[in-house]
């Protein structure tokens, strides 16, 4: 079993949707999880941080369940530009000073 | 601010051949890091560095060396190329190990 996994999609979805993506991590112990996005061809960037309260940024919430141990991603009113593909990261237990990446989510946003 | 640096861009190595890959940050991180990003396979941690002078082996460590002679530069070598080793390579940067990660543009590298 991958330590972070995600459906790897791709999603396609009409301009204005709402949509979501789950990621699951194995390890009960892992302190901080991002959200990064990836468009093609470019480097990973930070979309958000994701809070145990769980937290909101303009379109963009992301929240935390440590008992089912998950992140989610909700992303509404959807634009052509979020088109992405959508890692979900884990760090490490303290003093393993790692990133533990899913392989990604790709979103497609079509008008 | 400049952030993170990857030089080069793009490489083609004949198998066998060496080269170095330099990433340079310009943020006062602590932590660097090299991966290698491969389809369907993900990011996966070749080597990091949790400070100047001090380096440990991540995931896929086998066939690479680095070095941290300096805070802001995190170098990788590849002592001899081989095909397997064709990738994207990022490197990245954060200030604490729970922490955000910076990455670099990537190198593109293929080897024939």
């Known amino acids: 079993r991958k330590e972070v996994e995600q459906d790897p999609g791709p999603f396609n979805v009409p301009e204005g949707a709402t949509v979501a993506f789950n990621c699951t991590y194995s390890?009960?112990?892992?302190?901080?999880f991002f959200w990064y996005r990836q468009d093609c061809r470019k480097e990973p960037k930070l979309l958000m941080s994701?809070?145990?309260s769980g937290n909101e940024d303009g379109r963009f919430t992301a929240q935390l369940n440590r008992a089912s141990q998950y992140i989610s991603l909700l992303i509404r009113d959807s634009k052509l530009s979020d088109s992405a593909t959508y890692l979900c990261v884990a760090t490490g237990t303290s003093g393993t000073y790692k990133y533990i990446f899913g392989t990604g989510t790709r979103l497609k946003v079509l008008a | 601010n400049a952030g993170v640096t990857q030089t080069p861009k793009f490489r083609v190595l004949k198998t066998g051949q060496s080269m170095t890959l330099l990433c340079a940050q310009d943020m006062n991180h602590e932590y660097m890091y090299w991966y290698r990003q491969d389809p369907g396979m993900g990011l996966r941690l070749i080597h990091y560095?949790?400070?100047?002078?001090?380096?440990a082996k991540g995931e896929v460590p086998d066939g690479y060396n680095v070095s941290r002679l300096k805070k802001q530069n995190f170098l990788l070598g590849l002592e001899s190329a081989a095909p397997s080793q064709t990738s994207v390579y990022f490197c990245?940067?954060?200030?604490?190990?729970?922490?955000?990660?910076?990455f670099g543009q990537g190198t593109r590298l293929t080897v024939v």
């Open positions: 994701v809070y145990s």
């Open positions: 560095s949790v400070g100047e002078g001090t380096t």
């Open positions: 990245a940067s954060s200030y604490a190990a729970a922490l955000e990660a910076f």
């Open positions: 390890n009960s112990a892992s302190q901080s």
